[in-house]
């Protein structure tokens, strides 16, 4: 805003006229998907966290509704479904080539329950992590 404004209802005017090119720019900014991108990069470098929605919409300033609704929008997937997909492609990746346990895999994939684990990876893999590990064995 300028110095040199000494009336009251000048500045009131410039402050208005501030505030709604903030919230144009902030509009444009969601509705041009990027912040929704940044959702998905979070998720991608913190799969192995306790991520929530209501932690999503605090990082990133948006509503739980905003988020869920444009990420489904943008990706054509829920970002549970998102989140435990990426999850299970981590574990496929490590069940053929590490030695590691398959609680510890587990562990490293963000879940406290190995069993709860392989209930999601054979769901969403159609079989169970150790059946997995043996069928992509290196011979």
Same mark, same amino acid.
């Given at each position: 805003?300028?110095l040199?404004?000494? @009336? +009251? &209802?000048e500045w009131?005017?410039?402050l208005?006229?501030?505030v #709604? ?6 509009n +444009?900014? *969601?509705?041009?998907g990027?912040?929704?991108e940044?959702?998905? @990069?979070?998720?991608d $470098?913190? !799969?192995? =966290?306790? %991520? /929530?929605?209501p932690?999503?919409s605090e990082?990133f #300033?948006? /509503? ?7 990420? $489904?929008?943008? !990706?054509? %997937?829920?970002? %549970?479904a !998102? ?9 496929? *990746? ?5 030695a590691m ?5 587990a =562990?490293?994939?963000? !879940?406290? &329950?190995?069993?709860y684990?392989?209930? %999601?990876f $054979?769901k969403?893999v159609? +079989?169970?992590?150790f ?5 992509h064995?290196i011979?």
């Open positions: 805003l300028p040199w404004i000494n @009336d +009251l &209802d009131e005017q410039m208005i006229q501030q #709604h090119l903030t919230i144009e720019s902030m +444009l900014h *969601a509705a041009s990027h912040g929704i940044e959702v998905k @990069d979070y998720l $470098k913190h !799969y192995n =966290e306790d %991520v /929530s929605l932690a999503l990082q #300033h948006f /509503s739980t509704q905003y988020i869920s609704k444009k990420f $489904k929008d943008t !990706y054509g %997937v829920t970002i %549970v !998102y989140l435990t997909e990426l999850r299970m492609e981590k574990a496929k *990746a490590l069940l053929e080539s590490t346990s398959i609680a510890e895999i =562990e490293q994939l963000g !879940y406290d &329950d190995e069993n684990f392989s209930k %999601v $054979k969403q159609g +079989l169970s992590p059946p997995y590990r043996k069928l064995e011979k």
